[in-house]
């Protein structure tokens, strides 16, 4: 995607592949419970998960690296490109390599840590060339971004992978596919997903296998800022999905599928956090190498201003149709509406704080980022195993929830401490205002017997009118273009 294009454009492309990504994730959570139940679909998510978690853990942070250092590479040299092609594919392959043959050679010892039954192992197996595939093309959609190109995400995460998992579930209703073929198929969609990706970049790009570097910045300092990403990368994704491994360990596999469903719907309100982080991040990579503060606060001033103004409208319509999503899924998914309540309120904790952790990335501050990331990562998965014994699947949400405002808290008072980035000024007061005055209305009218659809049709309707003078301020804004 030409760099030249609007913030807008861009943010409207990026918003309807993520819609995409998130309308094919439910489908996908939806037809799993129908056809294989709770317990079917955690036999499916729990090695899924663990192997996408793994294949994270493989990218050693140089995902992350990209979208800091490609910017500056080239626009010393072109060609620099090549160079941050192949280390990074050459790094990124290898260890992704070591892991995966690890897990074929002990796959008991893999199972047993997220599978209470042993008999399991052949899940893991099957789900392991994920590992691999998803390491190699995740890197690939990162190395896109980092030069302004969204298409990677657009195409590849958002579409080819989540519609592709959802139409295989789909064609187990007419074949009949057992659960572990079914991780099989997922598997094999991965690898051609990333043969796809690989050559469609390298032709795009006109990339070459290269050792040659000619820039300022040495290997020595892209390794040397990538390995609190590690940490960092690992800690991030694990902060969302750690808690399914945590429940099937545990708890039992029905409850890890219930977490995963509740999960699925909740991170419709983190769409807007990822579509702006995927537009906005280089650009304020390039400014923080400019040494431009004053655009970095104006970037994220714009981001989460647009945030808290539109997280609302999917916070208020998903509080009010909660029990009528999860009884959706089936009889097996009826507990799962105070997890799904929890997760809602840590996703919107997080868009309404804005892409905190990012801005500390960009700024070369990766060591306190994954102090930030792992310290929640230990309350999330620590509490998890706690409140369970208490709340069940809740518990799980409970956590997430209190991990997210922990490190999203973290990460604002060290942006405010060292970028002087202020969250609050009077445009978001402003939204803040008229948010609080339909929370209000809301507790007012709740004790009488009004109908659900009149309620949010109003709601809709009013907020919309009342905040017009405030869309039109930022859709303003995102009509800039920036180069990078």
């Not at 990209?66 to 500056?72: E, L, S």
């Not at 219930?258 to 982080?277: H, K």
């Not at 606060?297 to 208020?316: G, P, W």
């Not at 997430?400 to 000024?425: D, E, H, P, S, T």
């Amino acid at each position: 995607m030409s760099n030249n294009l609007s913030t807008l454009y861009k943010i409207a492309l990026v918003f309807s592949a993520k819609i995409g990504k998130g309308v094919g994730g439910l489908f996908l959570t939806w037809a799993l419970a129908k056809k294989y139940g709770a317990y079917g679909s955690g036999l499916f998510f729990i090695p899924y998960t663990f192997a996408f978690l793994c294949a994270l853990i493989s990218q050693l942070g140089l995902g992350n690296a990209c979208m800091k250092f490609a910017p500056v590479l080239k626009s010393e040299d072109p060609e620099n490109l090549s160079f941050l092609w192949t280390i990074t594919l050459l790094v990124v392959g290898c260890f992704s390599a070591i892991l995966l043959i690890t897990v074929f050679f002990v796959p008991e010892f893999f199972s047993t840590l997220v599978f209470k039954n042993p008999d399991n192992t052949r899940y893991i197996l099957y789900a392991s060339p994920i590992i691999f595939f998803w390491s190699l093309t995740y890197l690939i959609i990162f190395f896109r971004q980092s030069l302004g190109d969204v298409s990677g995400i657009t195409i590849v995460e958002n579409t080819v992978i989540p519609w592709g998992m959802l139409i295989i579930a789909c064609s187990t209703f007419v074949v009949d596919m057992s659960v572990v073929y079914y991780v099989l198929s997922i598997s094999l969609l991965f690898g051609l997903t990333f043969i796809y990706a690989f050559m469609s970049t390298r032709h795009k790009y006109s990339l070459s296998f290269s050792f040659k570097l000619n820039s300022s910045l040495t290997l020595k300092d892209i390794i040397a800022y990538c390995l609190p990403l590690l940490a960092i990368a690992f800690a991030q994704n694990s902060l969302v999905w750690i808690n399914t491994l945590i429940l099937g360990g545990v708890g039992s596999i029905a409850d890890s599928a219930v977490f995963v469903s509740a999960m699925r719907v909740a991170m419709s309100i983190s769409i807007l956090l990822y579509t702006f982080n995927s537009v906005y991040v280089p650009h304020i990579s390039a400014a923080y190498a400019r040494n431009d503060f004053d655009s970095i606060n104006k970037l994220y001033s714009d981001i989460t201003c647009s945030l808290s103004l539109f997280s609302f409208v999917i916070l208020a319509l998903s509080l009010l149709y909660s029990n009528f999503i999860m009884d959706a899924f089936g009889v097996d998914y009826d507990g799962g509406t105070g997890c799904l309540l929890y997760l809602i309120l840590g996703n919107v904790f997080s868009c309404y704080i804005g892409p905190v952790g990012y801005v500390l990335l960009m700024a070369g501050r990766s060591k306190i980022e994954a102090f930030n990331t792992l310290t929640a990562l230990g309350v999330n998965a620590v509490l998890c195993v706690f409140l369970y014994k208490f709340m069940g699947v809740s518990g799980a949400g409970a956590a997430f929830f209190a991990a997210f405002v922990v490190v999203n808290m973290l990460r604002y008072f060290q942006c405010k401490r060292i970028l002087g980035l202020r969250w609050l000024n009077s445009l978001q007061a402003k939204i803040m205002i008229i948010q609080l005055f339909f929370v209000v209305a809301y507790l007012l009218v709740r004790p009488f017997d009004f109908n659900r659809e009149a309620i949010a049709a109003s709601f809709l309707i009013l907020y919309s009118l009342v905040n017009i003078k405030n869309i039109k301020i930022l859709i303003n804004k995102m009509k800039v273009s920036y180069s990078i």
